[in-house]
């Protein structure tokens, strides 16, 4: 079956522009998750969602920052006003599970360009 | 809060050699670990997982892992390393809420 999809892969945004960044997760998954990997580190969290409901959004680093997750399966992650530090490649993942324990499947990435 | 420490950053191994890496973790109370790997070119990808039981896990390729809780430590090992193994490997930690906490990765070379 289909895994983790994102798009765009890659996106080169101006200083100050807005970007749209889409998470397509596995049928049926119930969680969904966005991770922040800078060059050399490993992925921040950002977000949470199980299902709609958007239950931890302790990683967002500013409110410039925005997810949604409307009918509980696509995603969309929102940056308003790009800056140079928002450069990075944003993972996308989704779990059938809600404990945690059931580890995350991941998408290929979008890398996130700022200019 | 939570932390993962991974302390080797590149290892470089020859084929057949034994591999450890290195995984350490801050939180304390009850844990879910997790080792991914991203070959070169692909996504990340889980490689096996500790939630309960045995402390020693296999996963996928013939890699283990041992929880040792009194270390806070849950190290990754393969026994004889192939080419094909070269990728970088992260570390995680999830508590149960949801989000996990990754570690910054080792890469790993094996030379054939």
């Known amino acids: 079956g289909a895994g983790v999809s994102q798009s765009p892969r890659y996106k080169v945004a101006k200083r100050g522009q807005d970007v749209a960044l889409r998470c397509d997760p596995i049928?049926?998954?119930?969680?969904l998750f966005w991770y922040q990997q800078a060059l050399g580190q490993g992925p921040e969290f950002l977000t949470y969602?199980?299902?709609?409901?958007?239950?931890?959004k302790s990683g967002l680093p500013s409110d410039r920052f925005f997810a949604e997750r409307p009918e509980g399966s696509v995603s969309t992650l929102k940056i308003q006003r790009t800056q140079q530090e928002d450069s990075a490649v944003y993972l996308c993942?989704?779990?059938?599970?809600?404990?945690?324990?059931?580890?995350?499947?991941f998408g290929p990435g979008t890398r996130l360009t700022v200019t | 809060a939570q932390s993962v420490s991974q302390h080797n950053h590149h290892v470089i191994l020859s084929e057949a050699a034994s591999l450890e890496l290195g995984c350490n973790y801050s939180y304390g109370g009850t844990v879910n670990l997790f080792w991914y790997v991203q070959y070169p070119g692909q996504h990340l990808q889980l490689l096996l997982k500790?939630?309960?039981?045995?402390?020693l896990v296999k996963g996928i390729k013939g890699f283990e892992a041992e929880f040792i809780k009194s270390k806070f430590s849950f190290n990754l090992r393969k026994p004889s390393v192939q080419w094909s193994d070269t990728a970088e490997y992260f570390c995680?930690?999830?508590?149960?809420?949801?989000?996990?906490?990754f570690g910054d990765g080792t890469t790993l070379t094996v030379k054939p």
């Open positions: 995680a930690v999830n508590t149960n809420a949801g989000k996990s906490t």
């Open positions: 969602f199980q299902n709609e409901a958007q239950l931890d």
């Open positions: 500790y939630f309960s039981g045995d402390p």
């Open positions: 049928s049926g998954h119930v969680s």
């Open positions: 993942a989704s779990s059938w599970g809600t404990s945690g324990a059931t580890g995350q499947y």
